[in-house]
T-cell receptor, first 119, second 112 residues
Framework: GAVVSQHPSRVICKSGTSVKIECRSLDFQATTMFWYRQFPKQSLMLMATSNEGSKATYEQGVEKDKFLINHASLTLSTLTVTSAHPEDSSFYIC???????????????FGPGTRLTVL | QQPVQSPQAVILREGEDAVINCSSSKALYSVHWYRQKHGEAPVFLMILLKGGEQKGHEKISASFNEKKQQSSLYLTASQLSYSGTYFCGTEGRGSTLGRLYFGRGTQLTVWP
């Protein structure tokens, strides 16, 4: 099956610093990846759609200058949390869309997530 | 955009059945179901497309009523491994096509 990796799995940083999270599709090409945020025991909240070779599309209420997204290749998208604050602490999960998943149906596969703690 | 899931939690004995519901206020193109275990990534279970076509898990079935904008996931003869939080993700039509918006989840616990 399709595999998506994320790195790092856990990161602790000081307030005011920036953190970069990588999302890779390992065995398929993904023109579109998605970034989600999940608080404990809550839903997956879509933050932005990452499009290879073009600007990301952000959901309402998500600060694009704070959450920088770059989709440099068909297998890699990065999310950079800039000037991190304690309220940015969360579980960040990416997904990658496989257009050839399940007999040609677009299927999203999730990465294992990154636990960000801002001190 | 966020669909509504019910129930919030279900507790079962091994071998029992469960139904999880998902409804949206928006017209839907597809519904995707995932299961997430604590501290792990959501795992894909099922896609339901308009027209009734479904693709996914062998032992789990689901329905999709496009008119009512609702989907239900049916777990029959539940196993211990079915425990986890189930999320439905809905894909709308138009400008949001391709994006999934998730419900708050249904926590399923299966006891031996």
């Amino acid at each position: 099956g399709a595999v998506v990796s994320q790195h790092p799995s856990r990161v602790i940083c000081k307030s005011g610093t920036s953190v970069k999270i990588e999302c890779r599709s390992l065995d398929f090409q993904a023109t579109t990846m998605f970034w989600y945020r999940q608080f404990p025991k809550q839903s997956l909240m879509l933050m932005a759609t990452s499009n290879e070779g073009s600007k990301a599309t952000y959901e309402q209420g998500v600060e694009k200058d704070k959450f920088l997204i770059n989709h440099a290749s068909l297998t890699l998208s990065t999310l950079t949390v800039t000037s991190a604050h304690p309220e940015d602490s969360s579980f960040y999960i990416c997904s990658a869309r496989d257009g050839l998943g399940l007999a040609g149906v677009d299927t999203q596969y999730f990465g294992p997530g990154t636990r960000l703690t801002v001190l | 955009q966020q669909p509504v899931q019910s129930p919030q939690a279900v507790i079962l004995r091994e071998g029992e059945d469960a139904v999880i519901n998902c409804s949206s206020s928006k017209a839907l193109y597809s519904v995707h179901w995932y299961r997430q275990k604590h501290g792990e990534a959501p795992v894909f279970l099922m896609i339901l497309l308009k027209g009734g076509e479904q693709k996914g898990h062998e032992k789990i079935s689901a329905s999709f009523n496009e008119k009512k904008q609702q989907s239900s996931l049916y777990l029959t003869a539940s196993q211990l491994s079915y425990s986890g939080t189930y999320f439905c993700g809905t894909e709308g039509r138009g400008s949001t096509l391709g994006r999934l918006y998730f419900g708050r989840g249904t926590q399923l616990t299966v006891w031996p």
